[in-house]
Each structure stands twice: as C-alpha cells, then as structure tokens.
C-alpha cells in the first residue's frame, strides 16, 4: 500500500506524514511545489508515475478573508484541485480522502450541523470549498469527504499560535464570544484519515461519503482563547495570564463573513465507522508541550 498525502507541508499534511512514518505506512508527501493540483494533466501524471492505493488531499487555500478578492485562487485549489484528484483517483481506480470545512453552513442553525443540513456558504472560502466536495462526489464512487473545523498544530498559522503570541505581549486581548464551534488538532484528524486508511488496508468495508468530525466540547473562540492561556501559563510559558475581553463580532468585523455557529454533528461518524470525537483540549496540550520543549514561543 503506498499513501499518497497532497498538501503534505500544511498542519493537517504534516501530521498525516509523521504519523504514517510512526505506523510503517509507504507514504509520498508531497506540497504545491512539486505537486501543482491545480494543473489536470500534471496532476494526471503524477499520480500515474506513483501509483499510489489511495489519496488523501489535505491541501487547501485556507486565507479566508483574503479569498474575497482572490476568488480565483480559493478556487483552482479548493474546487478544481480536488476535481483533478477525484479524476486520477477514477482512472487508476482508487479511494480519495477529502477535507473540507464548516464553513459551508451558514451559522444560523442553533444546533449542530449534520451531514444532511443544507450547505449555504456566506463566504468565496466556503463555497470553493463546497464546490470541491460537489465535484468530488460527482466524480468518484469510493470517497470519503471529511468536514471539519477551527483547525490548529504545532505547525503553521494558526489561532493558538496567534493567542499564545499576543498573550507574550498584551495585558488585555479582545476576542470573539458569540461565535460558536469545536477547536480540531490536526493530529486527531490525522488518526481519523489513517484508521480509514488501516480499514482499506485490512480489506473491511467502508461506507463512502461524507462525514463531520471535530473535537469537543463545543465552544467559542473567547473560552478557546481563555483555555490556551490558562494551559500555557501552568505550562509556564506565560509569566502572567492576559484579560481576554469578550466582544461581539460586530465590533471585529472582517472582510469575509463567519458563520455564528459552525458546531458539527458528529454522531454519522462514531456510528458508521465507529470513530469518536477527541478533546480538544488534550490536543491543545500536545501543541503547547512541543512549543516549550523546542523552546518555542516560551518566556
């Protein structure tokens, strides 16, 4: 079996890579710069040169307020990306694994979104990113199609880098409390991908489709911003805690338009491939414990 993991330097590749590595898979990572997924015939051929049993595509344009202007980016990776991935999985006859995202949804459900919720992105961001899961489900038969949410790591940009970083510097901190959602480390997304992947290695069977997992509990990115410094100042890599106001989102405007609540519904998952939701909040430890022990971002 060999792995073929596109978008292989983000925080989702990244792990994916570490993790096939610490469980024996035969892996090929790969990133945009020697993989253009948004060129058919290129991506065509790579993937005929390495013959790979399954995709998983962890690569995306994910700058969402900046895909409001730059639509046409947001969209040659997010829609005809995965389109031409769908394409070379068809004509070599294998699965793909997808990522996509909550922001699909709208935010005004009050409850969790399921799989069957109608998507209706507000957003350049979520609607390349419901193209491409439209054009992955039109296109294969054998796919599982993962939305998940408020992704952080150890690597990359992300909302836990940005608090722990302004938390060095700022007594006061203004963050968003009437936005609801789960926080996802990319690690327990990874095992996700890969215990699918293990399942098609054993040869049992898989319900294709598409799929929510995030990790719990549900919370808003005030209360996120709350646990990532109080776990970094018991870590000591914080010498004080900041005062983390809560503001409404109209008082944080920004140039693409966030669904109020983005929860996911979980329950398709646990029951069909008997997968649990993991603790945010356990993951968050791992990423902070790595930081400090490569002394990074620490006091």
């Given at each position: 079996?060999?792995?073929?993991?596109?978008?292989?330097?983000?925080?989702?590749?990244?792990?994916?890579?570490?993790?096939?590595?610490?469980?024996?898979?035969?892996?090929?990572?790969?990133d945009y710069?020697?993989?253009?997924?948004?060129?058919?015939?290129?991506?065509?051929?790579?993937?005929a040169?390495?013959?790979?049993?399954?995709?998983i595509?962890?690569?995306?344009?994910?700058?969402?307020?900046?895909?409001?202007?730059?639509?046409?980016?947001?969209?040659?990776?997010?829609?005809?990306?995965?389109?031409?991935?769908?394409?070379?999985?068809?004509?070599?006859?294998i699965?793909?694994?997808?990522?996509s995202?909550?922001?699909?949804?709208d935010?005004?459900?009050?409850?969790?979104?399921?799989?069957?919720?109608?998507?209706?992105?507000?957003?350049?961001?979520?609607?390349?990113?419901?193209?491409?899961?439209?054009?992955?489900?039109?296109?294969?038969?054998?796919?599982?199609?993962?939305?998940?949410?408020?992704?952080?790591?150890?690597?990359?940009?992300?909302?836990?880098?940005?608090?722990?970083?302004?938390?060095?510097?700022?007594d006061?901190?203004?963050?968003?409390?009437?936005?609801?959602?789960?926080?996802?480390?990319?690690?327990?997304?990874?095992?996700?991908?890969?215990?699918i992947?293990?399942?098609?290695?054993?040869?049992?069977?898989?319900?294709?489709?598409?799929?929510?997992?995030?990790?719990?509990?549900?919370?808003?990115?005030?209360?996120?911003?709350?646990?990532?410094?109080?776990?970094?100042?018991?870590?000591?890599?914080?010498?004080?805690?900041?005062?983390i106001?809560?503001?409404?989102?109209?008082?944080?405007?920004?140039?693409?338009?966030?669904?109020?609540?983005?929860?996911?519904?979980?329950?398709?998952?646990?029951?069909?491939?008997?997968i649990?939701?993991?603790?945010?909040?356990?993951?968050?430890?791992?990423?902070?414990?790595?930081?400090?022990?490569?002394?990074?971002?620490?006091?």
């Open positions: 079996m060999t792995i073929l993991i596109v978008g292989a330097a983000g925080q989702l590749g990244t792990e994916l890579c570490l993790r096939s590595k610490e469980r024996g898979y035969n892996f090929v990572g790969v710069d020697e993989l253009d997924i948004t060129n058919e015939s290129s991506t065509m051929a790579f993937v040169q390495v013959k790979p049993t399954v995709i595509n962890a690569a995306a344009y994910t700058a969402v307020d900046r895909a409001e202007t730059d639509i046409a980016s947001a969209f040659a990776v997010n829609r005809d990306g995965p389109l031409y991935l769908a394409r070379s999985c068809v004509k070599a006859d699965p793909l694994l997808h990522v995202t909550d922001y699909v949804f935010g005004r459900k009050t409850a969790p979104y399921h799989e069957t919720d109608a998507p209706n992105p507000q957003g350049a961001y979520g609607q390349s990113k419901l193209e491409g899961e439209t054009a992955v489900a039109h296109t294969l038969n054998k796919y599982i199609t993962l939305r998940t949410a408020w992704v952080f790591s150890a690597t990359g940009n992300n909302f836990v880098r940005t608090i722990l970083r302004l938390a060095k510097e700022r006061e901190l203004s963050v968003v409390a009437d936005q609801t959602g789960a926080p996802t480390w990319a690690g327990d997304i990874a095992e996700v991908l890969l215990e992947v293990e399942r098609m290695r054993q040869e049992r069977a898989i319900p294709w489709g598409l799929y929510h997992y995030t990790g719990f509990p549900v919370t808003t990115w005030h209360a996120f911003a709350e646990t990532i410094c109080q776990q970094a100042f018991e870590l000591g890599m914080l010498r004080k805690k900041p005062f106001k809560p503001i409404s989102t109209s008082e944080y405007p920004t140039t693409a338009k966030r669904p109020q609540n983005s929860a996911l519904a979980c329950t398709r998952i646990q029951e069909e491939l008997l649990s939701q993991s603790d945010w909040r356990k993951g968050l430890e791992q990423v902070l414990i790595q930081w400090k022990n490569n002394d990074e971002l620490s006091t």
